[in-house]
């Protein structure tokens, strides 16, 4: 059984850093898709970051380049994603998720698997 739990989340002043983490079980990270999302209040779920393969570069959103990496812990099967220079537009619930096989990363229609998500709240 496949379960993916997400921790990190908090209050964090603009501009500042956090670090979510999705640990998983039931699933392999080194060779599977996997990735995060988001979704804010009222918004549709968008891909925020996440890994097709483990030889492809990974896929960002186009307003977090730069300011967002992710990574993954292969030996603790934990994937993280760091968040530097965090704006207010960066609050939602960010989840994380995988698909039960390997499809495009980004697509959330094609994501089998979901934590439950940590919130993320940017603001003064």
């Known amino acids: 059984q496949v379960q993916l739990v997400e921790s990190g989340g908090g209050l964090v002043q603009p501009g500042g850093s956090l670090r979510v983490s999705c640990v998983a079980s039931g699933f392999t990270l080194d060779s599977n898709p996997i990735g995060w999302f988001r979704q804010a209040p009222g918004k549709d779920r968008e891909a925020v970051s996440c890994f097709s393969s483990s030889d492809d570069s990974p896929y960002y959103l186009d307003s977090v380049k730069g300011r967002f990496t992710i990574s993954r812990d292969t030996a603790k099967n934990t994937l993280y994603l760091q968040m530097n220079s965090l704006k207010p537009e960066d609050t939602a619930v960010y989840y994380c998720?995988?698909?039960?096989?390997?499809?495009?990363?980004?697509?959330?229609?094609?994501?089998?698997?979901w934590g439950k998500g940590t919130l993320v709240t940017v603001s003064s």
């Open positions: 998720a995988a698909p039960k096989w390997k499809l495009p990363c980004m697509v959330a229609n094609y994501m089998n698997y």
